[in-house]
């Protein structure tokens, strides 16, 4: 019993290579893009050719709290927090003797883990050494999956942004005491109302991610 198992499952190996006409079938769907997990955190490296600097970015993504944190250490440069929050409110701060402040006010909140439904495939590619699927919304942004995990590789922005995705882990949670505003940001002096016209253009990107 047990040599004719064996024996089956070599012939099961065997004869899809000399009858092809034996080989399951394959899905001729066309692949949708998975939709992020509702909480992760993803280390990325970012190259905004439009400026022509670099930055290293912690993103932690929490739809469950409804923000999204962006923790961004810009080329030489100082330390700097965006965090973002579902009622279209963002706090964008640096921290020190010198911290500085400003909020704006935006007609949405942060990416639905589904925020590339709709966007059109475009095939596969090669891209930082991985077999990707490639989407593209609304020519705002063009993304790349990777094809045997599903996980995010890169984003492309249309006004050059380039993000490159080195960690990404799934359910990781961002501390609440380390997401809370500088109390600086609560002045009269530091608080900017800033109307929609001037919020597309400093931080429009959300605008087509919800």
């Not at 280390?43 to 993504?61: G, P």
């Not at 700097?80 to 964008?92: L, P, R």
């Amino acid at each position: 019993m047990f040599l004719k198992l064996n024996l089956l499952c070599l012939a099961s190996l065997i004869l899809p290579l000399v009858c092809p006409s034996t080989e399951w079938p394959r899905s001729t769907s066309t692949p949708t893009p998975s939709p992020w997990p509702e909480q992760f955190h993803a280390l990325l490296y970012m190259n905004l050719s439009s400026s022509q600097t670099l930055q290293i970015t912690h993103l932690w993504y929490d739809w469950r709290k409804g923000r999204n944190v962006n923790i961004i250490q810009k080329q030489l440069g100082e330390l700097q927090y965006d965090v973002e929050w579902n009622n279209g409110t963002s706090f964008y701060y640096t921290l020190g003797a010198q911290g500085a402040c400003e909020i704006m006010y935006f007609e949405v909140g942060i990416p639905r883990p589904d925020f590339l439904d709709g966007a059109d495939y475009l095939g596969t590619t090669v891209t930082d050494g991985f077999l990707c699927n490639v989407w593209e919304k609304v020519d705002f942004i063009w993304y790349y999956e990777d094809v045997l995990t599903g996980r995010p590789v890169r984003w492309d922005f249309y006004d050059g942004i380039s993000t490159h995705v080195i960690t990404f882990e799934v359910g990781a949670v961002l501390q609440d005491s380390l997401t809370q505003a500088p109390s600086y940001c609560f002045s009269q002096e530091r608080e900017k109302l800033l109307n929609a016209d001037r919020a597309f253009k400093e931080g429009g990107h959300r605008y087509f991610l919800v």
